[in-house]
């Protein structure tokens, strides 16, 4: 039983696409979060959501837009993909913001590629 | 992250002890993380320390001085399965509790 689950798992597309990368958790956590991971393994902030409620925006592209119809769900919808979008976007959750003493519990990973 | 030094690359030999160092500067601090991740895997949490000291986990160790900006993950005992990226990541204070992450430290252990 899958603690956060995200799909798809692999994603190859064109450039100026229009894809979305979808998030679930079943822990009952209040706060969600997408990440993302580049060729240098630098994992990035880009979202944070905390019941619903946008947190953290960090200079993302508005391209990007994340959409929470409730707190067990955090998706990413990306418009005119580009190549510098290749990357790994990873959810996560945790009980609370900030996490402390829990962590966060990662989903398994989207590895995008554009084309 | 562009405030968080680890080295990148570490290699240990198999039941030795390995220490990773990591430090950090931020204009306000609540906490530092060690995330372990496999390759091609999702990172995996290992430790939070708020309080100056060592916390004992296992064979997994993590250490923190607020005051020097340091901190370190000490695997003890290694094993094959521990060759993998650690992470290093500070909690900031204030109302959104943003999480950074340091670019890691990738651990091969040999036999």
């Known amino acids: 039983d899958t603690a956060v689950s995200q799909t798809p798992k692999y994603l190859v597309t064109q450039m100026g696409n229009d894809k979305s990368i979808k998030c679930e958790q079943n822990l009952g956590h209040d706060t969600m979060y997408w990440y993302k991971q580049d060729s240098k393994k630098f994992l990035k902030i880009m979202f944070s959501?905390?019941?619903?409620?946008?947190?953290i925006n960090e200079t993302v592209p508005n391209r990007f837009s994340p959409k929470s119809p409730d707190k067990a769900h955090l998706n990413l919808h990306i418009n005119s993909l580009e190549l510098g979008d290749s990357a790994v976007y990873f959810c996560?959750?945790?009980?609370?913001?900030?996490?402390?003493?829990?962590?966060?519990?990662f989903g398994s990973g989207t590895r995008l590629t554009v084309v | 992250g562009q405030n968080i030094d680890q080295p990148t690359e570490m290699t240990a030999t198999e039941g030795a002890i390995v220490q990773i160092n990591c430090t950090y500067q931020t204009s306000g601090f609540n906490g530092l993380f060690w995330y372990q991740q496999h390759a091609g895997e999702a990172p995996t949490f290992l430790s939070y320390?708020?309080?100056?000291g060592l916390e004992e986990k296992g064979r997994f160790s993590s250490f923190l001085s607020r005051s020097k900006g340091y901190s370190y993950l000490l695997l003890k005992e290694l094993q094959m399965k521990d060759s993998a990226s650690y992470l290093c990541a500070h909690l900031d204070s204030g109302g959104y509790q943003k999480v950074t992450f340091g670019t890691g430290t990738k651990l091969q252990v040999i036999p």
């Open positions: 320390n708020v309080l100056d």
């Open positions: 996560a959750s945790s009980p609370r913001q900030g996490a402390g003493e829990d962590g966060y519990t």
């Open positions: 959501y905390n019941n619903k409620e946008l947190i």
